[in-house]
T-cell receptor, first 112, second 114 residues
Framework: ETGVTQSPTHLIKTRGQQVTLRCSSQ?????VSWYQQALGQGPQFIFQYYREEEKGRGNFPPRFSGLQFPNYSSELNVNALELDDSALYLC???????????FGEGSWLTVV | QQQVKQSPQSLIVQKGGISIINCAYE??????FPWYQQFPGKGPALLIAIRPDVSEKKEGRFTISFNKSAKQFSLHIMDSQPGDSATYFCAASTYGGATNKLIFGTGTLLAVQP
């Protein structure tokens, strides 16, 4: 157990809808990152939050957005869902700039 | 330059054998190289990691070998067990600015036969 918890574990959405995924970071970890893992692929970095600010972003369109709260928990929001957004969305937490990064179990999103 | 190339795509090993997975990178700014193990339906779990100032790191049955000049690193699983059957991902990161994002390889599906 990494102490990183995500919800919901599974969800099905219709193309064009919006989705919010939630993450609680490991105790004491102030940095949260989000990754997208398509079936059979390695995780792809979406963005990272540190002290409630976005500190880095991967090659994802603006309809992918996020928030980090004062307790370091985080949300990933995806608007105008597309079929290709179907994937496992992983939250990862770490402490500041340290490299050791721990992942949650992920949220499986299916877009139909 | 941001890619991490991983091979083989899949691997079948007999119980008790040695599993070897290889990765190569281009970006010399990478300064941290972890390996993650992922079981079906689960998130990646950190297995072992190495920094470029050492050539080898061992934790139990798992060893990372690192060749800085060749920009390659590998995972060796000694005495492989059926419970090791999973997908293994190598990754690399660099602390640039304020982001310590991981760049993952494409994964290796390991099957250890009893």
């Amino acid at each position: 157990e990494t102490g990183v918890t995500q919800s919901p574990t599974h969800l099905i959405k219709t193309r064009g809808q919006q989705v919010t995924l939630r993450c609680s970071s490991q105790s004491g970890h102030n940095t949260v990152s989000w990754y997208q893992q398509a079936l059979g692929q390695g995780p792809q970095f979406i963005f990272q939050y540190y002290r409630e600010e976005e500190k880095g972003r991967g090659n994802f369109p603006p309809r992918f957005s996020g928030l980090q709260f004062p307790n370091y928990s985080s949300e990933l929001n995806v608007n105008a869902l597309e079929l290709d957004d179907s994937a496992l969305y992983l939250c990862a937490s770490s402490l500041g700039g340290l490299n050791t990064i721990y992942f949650g179990e992920g949220s499986w999103l299916t877009v139909v | 330059q941001q890619q991490v190339k991983q091979s083989p795509q899949s691997l079948i090993v007999q119980k008790g054998g040695i599993s070897i997975i290889n990765c190569a990178y281009e970006n010399t700014a990478f300064d941290y190289f972890p390996w993650y193990q992922q079981f079906p339906g689960k998130g990646p779990a950190l297995l072992i990691a190495i920094r470029p100032d050492v050539s080898e790191k061992k934790e139990g049955r798992f060893t990372i070998s690192f060749n800085k000049s060749a920009k390659q690193f590998s995972l060796h699983i000694m005495d492989s067990q059926p419970g090791d059957s999973a997908t293994y991902f190598c990754a690399a990161s660099t602390y640039g600015g304020a982001t310590n994002k991981l760049i993952f390889g494409t994964g290796t599906l390991l099957a250890v036969q009893p």
